[in-house]
């Protein structure tokens, strides 16, 4: 419950010293030091937000995976070292998959089944982006956290109820395939009809 140089966090103290400096037109360079002590904060933070994820504090998570992500940004753009910057940002593909369960959980909870699908697609895509454009592009293939998202996602989709428009396409599909055409264009003028309300 410390407050560093009187300040949320560590990270929002460089923050703020990084925007100063920024207004002066100089560069703020972060010391090897501050590199592992910015580390060792994001591990305490890491902590926080998997007791979060345990008693389902989706908000909580959501909170502190963004403030890990932000960490990693900063830190690399204020070293230029390569592998102070890697050594956080190693992490950013399962930090990524954190934010996006919890955001995911967020809108099941509240049975917004299409807005829990949208956000495992986009986490999931993060993640690819990021491994693609890293020094590392094959452990896409190999990524637990990509596997994991596509699991959930089929899981996801599967329990998710259809909707009004999508049980009359296969009551329709039905009715032709049991020759019941006069059913499958009542249906069809019905569906045309939903579409129409949507437009």
């Known amino acids: ?48 937000y998997l007791s979060l994820f345990q008693i389902n504090d989706f908000e909580g998570v959501v909170r502190d995976t963004q403030r890990n992500l932000d960490l990693f940004t900063f830190v690399s753009e204020h070293t230029d070292r390569e592998e102070f910057s890697w050594s956080l940002q190693q992490f950013r593909p399962y930090v990524l998959m954190m934010n996006t369960r919890a955001k995911a959980s967020i809108f099941l909870g509240q049975g917004k089944f299409a807005e829990a699908i949208g956000e495992i697609e986009r986490g999931r895509d993060a993640i690819t982006d990021f491994l693609q454009q890293s020094n590392f592009p094959e452990l896409v293939s190999k990524s637990s956290e990509i596997a994991f998202l596509d699991e959930w996602l089929e899981e996801v989709k599967a329990k998710r109820p259809l909707s009004k428009l999508e049980i009359m396409q296969r009551e329709m599909e039905t009715a032709i395939a049991k020759e019941l055409y006069e059913r499958a264009a009542e249906l069809r003028d019905a569906i045309k009809l939903l579409q129409a309300k949507k437009h």
């Open 1 to 48: 419950g410390r407050r560093p140089h009187n300040c949320e966090s560590l990270l929002e103290y460089h923050q703020k010293r990084a925007t100063r400096a920024a207004t002066k037109g100089a560069t703020y360079e972060l010391t090897p030091e501050q590199c592992a002590e910015l580390q060792q904060e994001g591990i305490q933070y890491y902590h926080r």
